[in-house]
């Protein structure tokens, strides 16, 4: 699913998708995005909101500078 390349890819890293493990990914978005409008049902687009703004600055907080 993942394979390890010799140099670095376009996107700066060692690892990129096999065309099976895009193939996957792929398959999984609609689950996914289902799974993202269940959250929101069920919590609220204000509380979604806040969640991902505080995981946000968590990973802001988190990333050298």
Request: net charge negative.
């Amino acid at each position: 699913m993942v394979a390890s390349g010799a140099g670095i890819g376009w996107s700066g890293a060692p690892f990129q998708l096999t065309l099976a493990g895009r193939a996957l990914l792929e398959a999984a978005i609609p689950a996914w995005q289902d799974a993202q409008e269940q959250v929101k049902q069920l919590l609220g687009q204000d509380s979604v909101t806040h969640f991902n703004q505080a995981i946000k600055r968590i990973n802001q907080a988190s990333s050298p500078e």
